[in-house]
């Protein structure tokens, strides 16, 4: 088993018909993802890797009633429009790759998205992968094997040295979901714990946090609640202070955003803190019965 | 970023909010523009960081003299890092109540905050851990707007009556506004201030604006409001990576890091010293870097006298393995040509055009393995602990 | 019985400090109506006819929690804001006198107050009356006895007119209603016959529409499940026609606003259709039972 | 209030609505600046009124001299009561196929609609009627935006594809967004032409705004749009009506109506009418009209020598009655002083402060009864229909 994608779910590409959107998607088709199609505005009548190209999400959706998975490959001044064409067609998942979105923006995807109940991943995420079955995005698939664990993390990068963490360990995915390393993103930690918790195929969670924002800080109550242990680690400790947004962001966030802060919160929840990526590997051995 | 006061006020201007009449000098030169009438005057000096009233940054100063002599002495200060280029003159005024206006983004609810408080000043965020009450917030979706009497509004909740809340009504009505047009991330009135006389006035204005935003904002260049604003508290190499556009921070260590994203960027850094090394700086290559702004990453470390060794990681995702063997290759040659020394690098490589990445670097040892004698690049099979642990023995074998 | 309006519900005159506003609240008291207070954004300490004035809605709802309508008296590019800050406030009837209103604005308030079950009376209404009980707005008091009609119009002076016949033909008014005379305008016919169809001191319903517009035909509808018999007057017959609104007015209108057709549509709804305001009475008289 | 056709592109280009390369020509001595590569050329005559095409308002020029001979002719021609006062010479475009859009309000629905249709032209209605699903409409509410994704689905839906669909689109998300900027009631783009090189232009533009938020545009009054505009249609009273700010339409009848609001102004001319009388005007006070005003109303009827009587009516509302009768004594007053004659009235005063208003009339009529020989003044208990019969029965004493 696996959340989100799998070899059947049916996928799109926006952005298809440029540099990264096209070069992923020919690594996705090859990883055996199903992409059904591909959006560019203005560029209908294009073919990219043998998939026909759409000036629209909407006839897309209307030609393939099943595409359950869109990505965005399009530059930060157009990923709002993208983002909330897809979830107006009525696309579940909508996983942003683009990065470097206007914060207003961003917002204003979360809003829509959380009205009409999808779940967008990202901005600055680097996809999902359920190991040998599908991904979306641009994960390196070196790192990945097929397992049991599900992990999350903000930063793509820190996603790829978990599984290759893992894999070390000899463990391996259920699926591995990149939430994305803007300030502002769709789904958070605990929205996808949500999903690790229900599936039967995933034994255990590694969430990957770091210094900044206060999502960490919300998974903490959820974590609580969960069946099964949850792995945590937050990169940072030794990072030089961020500078700080006025004494409005101090009363906002009450101390929030520090490592120390994630750390306390998380093991608060119950979460069992990994000092070092290559660390996770014991903790999962340990933790899981 | 971080707009100076002088500029948030010219902007916020143009939304009526009251400010005291006031001048910016450049150039002790300009001091004598000042007439009489600007004293007695506050001198603040502009800088991209808060709290410099505390950090001696803001005199006041009751005549020309006394305020020439004083200016001169802002311009050659240096307040938490920042260098003082200029200072805002502004006639004082006298103040009877200092209330808190502030318009921000709360990353919690997700939603535009707009916080006000009866007890502004310099001690704000204590009085708002003391007396919650004290503080009041209310809340705006992001697509959605604000009309005047949600000012109103929340004037009377900070206590004001009849004119006062009339003006700082509309006043939190237009920061709002502001905010919305300007991509803001903050806005912050702090004090607004209630004069002797029953006047509102604002004393200082932050405005802080998304850099990703920027783009949509021509009128912000057009002031020479450029993202070029944080050079003050930079290094020299800070200033090179943010003319080049990538994040940078000088660290005290000598391990060069040539990360690839920021947040294994900041992982390294903390493997780094979890290890017992002692990292130089901090890096990211943001998401699919272009060859040309990698061989600048390498070169701020190469070129940096602390860096004894450098750490390189690159697990290819929209960041692809073949154009980072480029970039060090390229790299490697020139400053071969250029008869510069190579440290010593210890890197790995794994992920998305690996194989191709792998090719190129086998064709360059081939062909100039003299550019490779301290060039070690590991593959997906040792674990970047493994890495990092021979970076810092490397470090350790060469003298300081 | 009355709708909306009688000498026991609270009312507040928002722009009280203005000179028709001032003006009205001494005619308003004098008639009975219980107006309780007065709001003027910056001028709260003065009194108005021994009123407090306020400086915002909120506190005076504070202060008098039974306040059921307000009355909106400032000038136009004031309106919105003001009718938005009793919506908010928890008022459940605004009367909005004021005229000229932009009509994006009144849009937008018609919109804020469907989603907060709010009835928004005007722009450009005369208020409206319960005769002998109470008032709310200018209409002149000499027209208005007491009786068992309820009247539904768009014009003030229409208004005013009708119950002048009404009286001369020996009837009078549970209330009479002013619904605006602007182009966009809050609670149209049907929301007000609504009232009148429930009201057990309402016999039968008086309604004078015009031409332009729609919301004659809109009534049209409802009038055919009514119990009550509707007499219904259309002004405008021999007015000279106004400018079209391009080609879209007509897709949109589709031959929709002209006297001809509020009439054949208020007569196929089943009203009883009156030539003049004078034979009104007469109408009244053959259609109760 | 509608915009003329230039003024309307004017606008518009700065939403990057793509126009054909044009020239106002308002005087037919600049005939002479166009150039010889403006032509074949399209020449139309700027009226406020549709259907000006179908009224040979447009013309078509082939060459320079051609053009002046047509510009000419058409500054000398009225359009349905518009008197021509511009021409604007637009390059010919070689059309391969119309399409339509427009926004405005939907009054039905109280949201804005976007309405698009494949088959645009001046056909445009009787596709509509004949043609349903070749219109698309497309609703928002007046709080809310549109993004520019819903300009692409909306081109898909009329048949776009590709580039053609990206401008399209665009234009359509442009087009919204000035609607919204300039409060607008209508902005009509017909035809939306596709040239036979593919080219998107907006060969027509209508741009209707609300004269009620003109306040809020000053940009309007800076290009010299100013609530002035009908002025081509209106006869001499209409002209002076409009200047003094209130609504006046000149009939064909000699019974001069001074009512209260619109709606009895309405009913009045109905009534006259119905009681076999022929009404002089429509006319409308407003609410609350001041003192001058109602004299220039009053004059307005007095100097139309058509007018044989005036009818009169106040049900004071929010328009007082004492200060209608301040106004009526006043005017009558200096009518009398000038030397000229007075028509009979024949009035109805009722309503708010109709006792103070009696009480003005009584003490005028007891000072100077010469003014008052031909003026009736009723009260409450007479009759609307009573006064309008007898104003009838004056008029037809009164010889032609």
């Known amino acids: ?257 520090t490592a120390e802060s994630k750390i306390r919160a998380l093991r608060g929840g119950g979460a069992h803190i990994a000092e070092t990526i290559g660390d996770i590997p014991r903790l999962i051995k340990e933790n899981l019965n | 970023m971080r707009l100076h006061e002088f500029e948030a006020k010219e902007i916020l201007k143009k939304y009526k909010i009251p400010f005291a009449e006031g001048m910016l000098i450049r150039d002790a030169k300009d001091i004598d523009k000042l007439t009489q009438e600007y004293f007695p005057a506050i001198l603040k000096a502009q800088v991209l960081v808060g709290g410099r009233g505390k950090a001696g940054g803001i005199l006041t100063a009751e005549t020309r003299d006394d305020a020439k002599a004083k200016i001169q002495k802002l311009l050659g200060m240096k307040i938490k890092g920042y260098n003082v280029e200029s200072v805002l003159v502004e006639k004082k005024v006298d103040v009877e109540d200092e209330l808190y206006v502030a318009v921000t983004i709360d990353r919690l609810e997700h939603r535009i905050a707009i916080i006000t408080s009866e007890m502004g000043g310099i001690n704000v965020e204590q009085i708002a851990e003391k007396y919650q009450e004290k503080i009041v917030k209310y809340y705006v979706d992001v697509d959605e707007t604000i009309h005047p009497y949600v000012g109103r509004s929340l004037a009377k909740r900070i206590g004001l009556k009849g004119k006062q809340l009339i003006k700082v009504g509309g006043i939190i009505h237009s920061l709002f506004k502001a905010f919305k047009e300007f991509d803001g991330t903050l806005i912050e009135i702090n004090p607004l201030a209630i004069t002797k006389n029953n006047e509102v006035i604002a004393l200082d204005a932050v405005f802080n604006i998304d850099t990703d935003a920027l783009y949509r904002h021509p009128k912000l260049a057009e002031m020479g409001i450029k993202p070029r604003h944080e050079v003050g508290e930079l290094t020299e190499r800070e200033k090179i990576a943010r003319e080049a556009n990538f994040p940078y921070v000088d660290l005290e260590g000598d391990i060069g890091v040539f990360p690839g994203g920021a947040g294994f960027g900041i992982a390294a850094v903390d493997l780094i010293h979890h290890f017992g090394g002692k990292p130089a700086n901090f890096m ?110 490397t470090a350790e074998r060469i003298e300081g």
């Open chain 2, 284 to 393: 990211d290559s943001g998401g699919g870097p272009t060859v040309e702004r990698m061989e600048q990453m390498i070169g701020l470390l190469m070129d940096n006298p602390k860096v004894k060794v450098i750490f390189g990681a690159r697990f290819g995702g929209i960041s692809r393995c073949d154009l980072w063997a480029e970039a060090i290759i390229s790299y490697l040659k020139k400053r071969h040509a250029d008869g510069k020394q190579i440290k010593p690098m210890v890197m790995r490589m794994a992920g998305n055009m690996e194989k191709e990445g792998r090719e190129l670097f086998e064709k360059a040892k081939k062909d100039e393995p003299q550019l490779f004698k301290v060039v070690k690049i590991y593959a997906y099979n040792t674990p970047i602990e493994e890495v990092i642990k021979e970076t810092i023995r």
């Open chain 1, 1 to 257: 088993m696996a959340v989100i994608i799998d070899e059947k779910v049916e996928c799109i590409v926006q952005g298809i018909t440029g540099k990264s959107g096209s070069l992923h998607t020919k690594l996705m088709l090859n990883y055996g993802t199903k992409v059904v199609a591909g959006v560019t505005p203005g560029k209908s009548g294009e073919e990219v890797h043998g998939l026909k190209v759409y000036d629209t999400v909407e006839e897309c959706v209307e030609d393939f009633p099943n595409i359950a998975v869109t990505s965005i490959w399009v530059p930060p001044r157009f990923a709002k429009d993208a983002a909330l064409e897809a979830i107006e067609a009525g696309i579940k998942t909508v996983i942003v790759i683009t990065e470097m979105i206007p914060i207003h923006d961003m917002l204003h995807v979360r809003k829509k998205a959380k009205e009409k109940g999808v779940m967008v991943l990202g901005g600055n995420t680097p996809g999902l992968i359920s190991p040998g079955k599908a991904k979306v995005g641009m994960l390196p698939e070196i790192a990945f094997k097929p397992g049991r664990i599900g992990t999350i993390a903000r930063s793509g990068s820190i996603t790829y040295y978990l599984a290759n963490a893992l894999d070390i360990g000899g463990y391996g995915e259920s699926t591995s979901i990149g939430i994305g390393g803007d300030p502002i993103i769709g789904a958070n930690f605990e929205d996808v714990l949500k999903l690790f918790e229900k599936d039967d195929g995933t034994d255990a969670v590694v969430l990957a946090g770091e210094i900044g924002g206060v999502y960490e800080e919300l998974a903490a109550e959820y974590i609580k609640e969960m069946s099964k242990p949850v792995i945590a680690y937050i990169a940072g400790r030794y990072a030089p202070k961020g500078k700080r947004m006025g004494h409005a962001g101090a009363i906002i966030q009450r101390g929030m955003g």
